[in-house]
T-cell receptor
Framework: QQQVKQSPQSLIVQKGGISIINCAYENTAFDYFPWYQQFPGKGPALLIAIRPDVSEKKEGRFTISFNKSAKQFSLHIMDSQPGDSATYFCAASMRGSYIPTFGRGTSLIVHP | GAGVSQSPSNKVTEKGKDVELRCDPISGHTALYWYRQSLGQGLEFLIYFQGNSAPDKSGLPSDRFSAERTGGSVSTLTIQRTQQEDSAVYLC???????????????FGSGTRLTVV
C-alpha cells in the first residue's frame, strides 16, 4: 500500500531557528514530491516541490532535501519566523496516478 | 475566479439531515478533487473528477456520500443522513494537470467546516 510517513507530528521552534520536517515513502515509482503549507481556516497551498533527479531544491528560506536511496525527503525552514507557524504536509505522486499520497501533517509553532 | 471557491464556509446540521457542499474550481482546471480533513488529521481523499471521464469514487467512506460535477465545472458533494462522525472540514481542490504534478500543483479552497450535532 502506498504510504508517506511524516514526522514529527508537532514541532516548536524559536524564532531564527531551523525547522526540519521529515517524510519517508515506500513506492519507488513516486516521481514528484511537493510540500503544502496550511494556515488555520485555509486550505493547503503548494509551498515547494522536487523531482527525484535532484537532491536539493531551495526557494528562499525553504529547502527540500531528497535522498533517493533512503526514500526520504525533508523540508528545512531556515531562520524560522512566527509567520511560518502552520501545518505542513508532504506528498508524493507518480505519473499515471492522479491521486497523490499525503503525509499526516506537522503542526509547526515558531515562538517569537 | 482567481481561486477555488467553496460554500458555505461553515455548516451546522442536525444528525440525520442531508447537506450539500459546493465547489467552484478555477476556470480551465479539468481535474477536481474532494478531500476530508478531520481535526488534527491528514487529508483523506474522497473523490476525483477529470474532464468528462467517470469519476473515481474510491475514497467515499459510505454510500451516504455522493458527488457530481456539472458541465465540467462546479461540483457538489452531498452527504445524506449525516452522522456525528461526518463532522470535519471538506476541502475541494482543482488542478490543471491530474495529480497536481505540474503548473502550480493543486489549488485548494478554504473548505467547508461541517458540524453535525
Amino acid at each position: 500500500q502506498q504510504q508517506v510517513k511524516q514526522s514529527p507530528q508537532s514541532l516548536i521552534v524559536q524564532k531564527g531557528g531551523i525547522s526540519i520536517i521529515n517524510c519517508a515513502y515506500e513506492n519507488t515509482a513516486f516521481d514528484y514530491f511537493p510540500w503544502y503549507q496550511q494556515f488555520p481556516g485555509k486550505g493547503p497551498a503548494l509551498l515547494i516541490a522536487i523531482r527525484p533527479d535532484v537532491s536539493e531544491k531551495k526557494e528562499g528560506r525553504f529547502t527540500i532535501s531528497f535522498n533517493k536511496s533512503a526514500k526520504q525527503f525533508s523540508l528545512h525552514i531556515m531562520d524560522s519566523q512566527p509567520g511560518d507557524s502552520a501545518t505542513y504536509f508532504c506528498a508524493a505522486s507518480m505519473r499515471g496516478s492522479y491521486i497523490p499520497t499525503f503525509g499526516r501533517g506537522t503542526s509547526l509553532i515558531v515562538h517569537p | 475566479g482567481a481561486g477555488v471557491s467553496q460554500s458555505p464556509s461553515n455548516k451546522v446540521t442536525e444528525k440525520g439531515k442531508d447537506v450539500e457542499l459546493r465547489c467552484d474550481p478555477i476556470s480551465g482546471h479539468t481535474a477536481l478533487y474532494w478531500y476530508r480533513q478531520s481535526l488534527g488529521q491528514g487529508l483523506e481523499f474522497l473523490i476525483y473528477f477529470q474532464g468528462n471521464s467517470a469519476p473515481d469514487k474510491s475514497g467515499l467512506p459510505s454510500d451516504r456520500f455522493s458527488a457530481e460535477r456539472t458541465g465540467g465545472s462546479v461540483s457538489t458533494l452531498t452527504i445524506q443522513r449525516t452522522q456525528q462522525e461526518d463532522s470535519a472540514v471538506y476541502l475541494c481542490a482543482s488542478s490543471l494537470v491530474p495529480s497536481g504534478t505540474e503548473h502550480g500543483g493543486y489549488t485548494f479552497g478554504s473548505g467547508t467546516r461541517l458540524t453535525v450535532v
